[in-house]
C-alpha cells in the first residue's frame, strides 16, 4: 500500500514520518514542498499519474493565523487550491484523502465545544482559506475525510510549547491570555489516529467514511492555562 503525505516536514508530517517505522508493510511518500509543488496543478496530475497512492494524507497548511491578513495570496494557495488539487486527482487515480483542518473555521465565541454539525463562521483570512480548502475537497472528490483539529503541539516544528519555553529562558516575564480557550492537541496523537483510520480502511474498504470529523485531545484550557503547565514541564 502506497501512503501520499503532504507538509513531511511540519509537527503532523514529521510526527507521521516517526511513526510510519510502524509499518514496515507500508510504502510512505513524504513530500514537502521540494518534492511536490501542491499548489502546481501539472506537478500534482504528473505526482499522482506516476505515483498512484492509494491514500493521501494532506497535512501541508499555511499556518501564519496574523501574517495571513497579509498575506491573502499564500494562504489561500495553500490552504484552499492545493486541497483542491490533491481531492481533484485523488478522484481520478481512485485515491482516499484525508485532509487536515482547524477549529478557525469557526469564530470561537462558543461557550461548549464545536461539533461537526456546527454552522462555520471564519473570522479571519487563515480560517476563511481553510473552510475553502474543505469546501474544494468535497467539490472535487466527495469521498474525502477532513478532520478539524485544534492547538497543535509536537517536539516538531514552531509552536506554541517551544515558544513559551524558549521566552521563558529569555525573559523574567511572560503575558499570556486567559480570555481565549481551546483543547491543546498533541500532534503525535493525532497521527495515530490519521494511520488507524488507513489501517482499518485497508482491511475493509467499506470501513473508511467520508465526512468531517473533529480530533482533539481531552480537556481545555486558555492560553494562560496552557502555559502554565509548559513551564512546569522539566527542563
Not at 513524504?30 to 491514500?55: A, R, S
Request: with cysteine; aromatic share 12%; proline share 3%.
Amino acid at each position: 500500500m502506497k501512503i501520499l503525505i503532504t507538509g513531511a516536514n511540519g509537527q503532523l508530517g514529521s510526527e507521521i514520518k516517526l511513526l510510519s517505522r510502524e509499518f514496515p508493510d507500508w510504502q510512505f511518500l513524504f513530500t514537502d514542498v521540494d518534492e511536490l509543488n501542491i499548489t502546481n496543478e501539472n506537478e500534482v496530475k504528473d505526482f499522482f499519474q506516476h505515483e498512484k497512492p492509494d491514500f493521501v494524507i494532506n497535512c501541508a497548511a499555511y499556518t501564519a493565523v496574523d501574517k495571513a491578513e497579509n498575506d491573502i495570496e499564500a494562504a489561500e494557495k495553500i490552504n484552499a487550491l492545493a486541497p483542491k488539487l490533491l481531492a481533484k486527482y485523488a478522484y481520478i487515480t481512485g485515491s482516499k484523502i484525508i485532509h487536515i483542518s482547524t477549529d478557525y473555521v469557526f469564530n470561537g465565541e462558543a461557550h461548549v465545544p464545536y461539533s461537526e454539525e456546527d454552522k462555520v463562521n471564519p473570522a479571519g483570512i487563515y480560517g476563511k482559506s481553510k473552510l475553502q480548502g474543505e469546501i474544494n475537497c468535497f467539490e472535487e472528490n466527495s469521498d474525502s475525510l477532513v478532520i478539524r483539529t485544534s492547538w497543535l503541539y509536537s517536539t516538531f516544528g514552531n509552536n506554541f510549547v517551544k515558544t513559551m519555553l524558549r521566552l521563558a529562558g529569555e525573559r523574567d516575564k511572560l503575558n499570556v491570555v486567559f480570555d481565549q480557550v481551546g483543547t491543546p492537541t498533541n500532534a503525535a496523537d493525532l497521527a495515530v489516529a490519521i494511520l488507524s483510520v488507513i489501517q482499518i480502511s485497508a482491511k475493509d474498504k467499506g470501513k473508511f467514511v467520508p465526512g468531517i470529523y473533529h480530533y482533539s485531545n481531552e480537556g481545555v484550557a486558555s492560553w494562560y492555562d496552557f502555559a502554565k503547565a509548559i513551564l512546569k514541564l522539566p527542563t
